[in-house]
């Protein structure tokens, strides 16, 4: 959405991806309501046989149209949009840059992970691991280079991940090559197996539900 703006960052205008944007401001998607309005917009609108059912394309435009009171705050920080795939690996392998454009330890913009007391990760003596983050519970038997290995998951004997994500729970067994993709929730890569994608074209193994909670729990 594209937001046009008085003096005040009163909002004036609302387009939701129009072709030919009028002002260089775009919505961050995160919106904080007077209750009563908002209900009441809310109502409305599911009585409209022409909606669809969408914020930016038919609550704030209504608002706008009722000449309510809607201001814009400016965010100036890091912001990485992950509405697919190729953006979500994207904004997964920046954070493993030598000097990323967000720094996760930052004691000014501190992250909070899950408060659930668990058991560390653990490298075993024949196993390594190069630019990556590696969640507490994982098991990292094989070789791990350049990759984001989340919680409780397992890199047998041997094996290789490489420029790669990994969700919670995943499983790449000995011998297995996992090289340009994103090993989904409770996935297996079976002994031997070699899963390779390339930079262009992210390899995707599970369901769509797993990718969209872990964007939830990221905050993206």
Not at 182 to 205: A, D, M, R, V
Request: with cysteine; proline share 3%; charged share 25%.
């Amino acid at each position: 959405g594209i937001l046009s703006l008085d003096d005040n960052y009163r909002i004036t205008g609302f387009q939701e991806k129009p072709k030919y944007p009028n002002s260089n401001y775009a919505s961050m998607g995160i919106y904080i309501f007077n209750w009563p309005i908002l209900n009441k917009a809310l109502v409305d609108d599911q009585e409209s046989k022409y909606s669809n059912y969408d914020f930016s394309k038919d609550i704030i435009p209504s608002l706008l149209e009722e000449k309510k009171r809607i201001f814009a705050y400016e965010f100036k920080g890091y912001w990485k949009d992950c509405g697919t795939i190729d953006s979500y690996y994207d904004s997964q392998m920046a954070l493993l840059e030598d000097v990323p454009d967000f720094d996760i330890f930052n004691q000014e913009v501190k992250i909070y992970s899950n408060t659930s007391v668990t058991k560390p990760h653990h490298i075993d003596v024949n196993g390594s691991v190069k630019q990556s983050l590696v969640a507490n519970i994982s098991y990292i038997g094989g070789h791990v280079k350049h990759s984001v290995i989340s919680n409780d998951s397992y890199i047998g004997e041997n094996a290789v991940v490489e420029d790669s994500i990994l969700l919670p729970g995943s499983r790449v067994l000995r011998n297995a090559i996992v090289k340009y993709a994103i090993i989904g929730e409770n996935s297996i890569i079976q002994n031997n197996s070699h899963f390779i994608g390339t930079k262009e074209n992210i390899k995707l193994i599970g369901d769509l539900k797993s990718f969209k909670t872990a964007r939830k729990d990221l905050g993206l």
